[in-house]
């Protein structure tokens, strides 16, 4: 076990990882609230890389700001590729909109939010009614086809195959029936048909 840090390096290590965390939140343009979730996740990795600190090579100090920079270039690399994932800058729904006192999520409609943001263009009242048509639908369905339903929902159609024990091609004419039955009750021009395939 290493010996205990004394109260100076406690206020070093903690100094050097506030620092660390300000440079970040300006580096990456995030809002000033983040800087606690960043000077925490920086102080967590510091205390993990702490037995790895040898007194002889250098102060502590020195070791901290080497640990804090790498931990930053490792969020730094992170954040960027969300932000690319994403398809630009994040935008928090707390944040507040240029000429209004409201926040952005309290702008936004319905028909403006995440799903839309994702090339779903339904809104709340749609997404009921197909969901009651859809369970209306699946208790009108013959026993072995609901089954078929819930195991299509649970694992994707090739593992189905194998745990049923049956061929891929059985298997995708018992889909091609499971259509069928649903574009009789009226789900036949909803669903994307290559989801199960």
């Not at 992170?78 to 935008?91: D, I, W, Y």
Request: hydrophobic share 40%.
């Amino acid at each position: 076990m290493h010996p205990p840090i004394s109260s100076s390096d406690l206020a070093t290590l903690t100094g050097a990882a506030d620092r660390a965390a300000r440079r970040l939140q300006r580096k990456l343009a995030l809002p000033v609230a983040d800087i606690d979730d960043l000077r925490q996740d920086l102080l967590v990795d510091l205390i993990c890389r702490l037995p790895g600190f040898d007194a002889r090579r250098g102060s502590i100090g020195a070791f901290a700001n080497i640990v804090l920079r790498n931990q930053s270039s490792r969020i730094a690399i992170r954040h960027h590729r969300q932000r690319r994932a994403q398809g630009g800058t994040m935008l928090s729904l707390d944040a507040p909109v240029a000429g209004s006192a409201e926040p952005l999520g309290c702008l936004l409609a319905e028909t403006d939010g995440l799903a839309a943001w994702h090339g779903r263009d339904g809104c709340a009242t749609e997404d009921a009614e197909t969901r009651h048509d859809l369970a209306r639908a699946l208790a009108e369905l013959p026993d072995d086809l609901r089954r078929l339903c819930a195991a299509l929902g649970t694992c994707a159609a090739a593992d189905l195959a194998r745990r049923e024990g049956i061929s891929r091609s059985a298997l995708y004419r018992r889909v091609a029936r499971l259509r069928l039955e649903l574009a009789m009750r009226g789900l036949g021009g909803r669903w994307d048909t290559s989801r199960t395939a």
